[in-house]
């Protein structure tokens, strides 16, 4: 039984399908991981994972990349007809569903995990109805389901054609490991933490996170710190180094780059802060916070409502609002005990909802089901 997955990058694949793929090489399939190595491409091939490298610009919207990335994976679906295959992302979803269905490959699952800029806007734009024209060419076939992680995308698709309900299913979020990300009380610590983890990307909130820290700046500073965790990005989105050093003065404000670990700042942490505005499907960095035991500051926008129940294990503000944001910190930063209780909240709703074995489970379902299948 071969799967072929095809993920951007291979650091995504690590931190957010890694164990579904193990599960399923233990389940009998022949996995084979298809993504740009960014330098950990060794880490795959350690777990016995088989490693192609894909063309792929994640960011980019050049046609000549973009045919390219799409050629690839037609010869490699003519090759591997009888195969699944599990597209994760936009970009994979749009190339790869097109090259399978032309191609004849015997089943596909696309993942949408968040719809990203191109969709953030109020009105649909030009580019945005030819993406759905091209899924929705492509998913007029059997033996093809579509993964979505929150209700808003999910009805998106629905509403223009791009499913029918017997193809839309739906796992919240890409699960964490509760046996690894355990609950851990806060730290005992004069200096409380304030961390955000995430690309340096604008619409993913950080101009607002870092205005927010401004406005609590003269109250806090020398007992308070923001940990900003998450590497530079290459979009036209994304926040300029200069910027972001310029900004960040590497005492009361942080930046720290990507973390490999996010387990141990999680644990070194008092408050996860997310004002995000980005289309998220379910952030893996709400979920990760969740099971930590962690509360919670984010937007009251798609993806990051679905992790984050009003007032009980957090905050829900309104986007792009820096005043509000720092309004919650600051109730979060004066009260330990309500604290404790979000934080308790949020592991409580990582067991109910977010647990890593029932997504492992969810999707050797379909795998299965999609295998078995007839035409």
């Known amino acids: 039984m071969k799967l072929l997955m095809i993920v951007n990058e291979d650091r995504f694949f690590l931190s957010h399908r890694k164990e579904i793929a193990l599960a399923a090489q233990k389940a009998g399939w022949n996995v084979t991981v298809v993504c740009k190595d960014t330098g950990r491409r060794h880490e795959l091939e350690e777990m016995g994972l088989k490693v192609l490298e894909l063309p792929i610009n994640p960011t980019g919207m050049n046609l000549r990349q973009e045919l390219r990335t799409w050629w690839f994976l037609f010869i490699l679906y003519l090759k591997n007809r009888d195969a699944v295959v599990h597209h994760v992302g936009l970009k994979n979803i749009l190339w790869g569903g097109l090259a399978a269905k032309l191609a004849g490959v015997h089943g596909v699952i696309n993942a949408v995990s968040g719809l990203g800029a191109l969709f953030s806007g109020d009105k649909m734009g030009m580019a945005t109805k030819g993406v759905l024209a091209v899924m929705r060419f492509s998913n007029r076939r059997k033996r093809v389901k579509v993964i979505f992680q929150n209700n808003e995308d999910r009805d998106l698709f629905l509403q223009y054609g791009v499913v029918n309900e017997s193809q839309a299913g739906f796992i919240k979020g890409s699960g964490v490991d509760l046996n690894d990300f355990k ?58 180094r200069e910027e972001l050093e310029a900004r960040c003065d590497g005492k009361y404000i ?40 962690r509360p919670i500051v984010t937007t009251n926008s798609i993806g990051c409502k ?32 309500l604290r404790v209780r979000m934080g308790m909240a949020a592991r409580e709703k990582a067991e109910q909802e977010f647990s890593i074995r029932k997504v492992i489970e969810k999707h050797l379902d379909i795998y299965l089901r999609l295998k078995t299948e007839e035409n």
């Open 254 to 293: 942080k930046w720290l780059d990507f973390q490999k670990d996010i387990k141990s700042i999680l644990e070194q942490c008092h408050i996860m802060a997310f004002p995000s505005y980005y289309r998220e499907g379910v952030p893996k960095s709400l979920i990760d916070a969740c099971a930590i035991g």
């Open 183 to 240: 609950y851990a009380p806060e730290p005992e610590s004069e200096t409380l933490k304030v961390v955000f983890t995430a690309r340096m990307v604008k619409e993913k909130g950080v101009i607002e996170l870092i205005e927010a820290a401004e406005k609590l700046r003269k109250d806090y500073e020398g007992r308070l710190e923001f940990w900003l965790c998450g590497r530079l990005a290459v979009n036209a989105d994304a926040v300029p």
């Open 306 to 337: 679905d992790v984050v129940d009003d007032g009980v294990n957090g905050f829900l503000i309104p986007v792009k609002d820096s005043e509000a944001l720092a309004e919650k910190l600051r109730i979060l930063i004066e009260d330990k005990d």
